[in-house]
């Protein structure tokens, strides 16, 4: 009997990182600031398949309205670290929100 409650992870990044999560059997959209509401509208039509998301951290500075329609429909979502990212902007998120949970820095590496 198939499992019709069965919920898959939702993975929107840039290609390479798409492409690898799709391989471990995850939906993935490759993320393209200059198709933003093509992003919007699919996560809003299938929002009901996705258990959870991560979203890569282009996404987290560029998507700012892909991060809010996550929250809104309640997909809880984590960011993808980039290490080839010069920023790190996930590492920096990362780091804290650990110090927020814990009351401490943690080194990230």
Known sequence: MENTNKKNL????????????EMA???GLVF????????????KAHSMDYKA??????V????????RLLN??????IMLLD??????IGYKELQ?????AIGMSLAIH
């Open 53 to 58: 998301a991560l979203i890569g951290e282009s």
């Open 96 to 100: 804290r929100l650990s110090e927020k």
């Open 32 to 43: 393209d600031p200059q198709k933003i509401r093509e992003t919007f509208n699919d996560i």
């Open 25 to 27: 059997g995850a939906k």
């Open 83 to 88: 290490q080839s990212n010069d920023e790190k």
């Open 10 to 21: 939702l993975v929107i990044a840039e290609e390479r990182s798409v492409l690898i999560w």
């Open 72 to 77: 809104d429909l309640e997909i809880p979502w």
């Open 60 to 67: 987290y500075e560029k998507g700012t309205q892909i991060v």
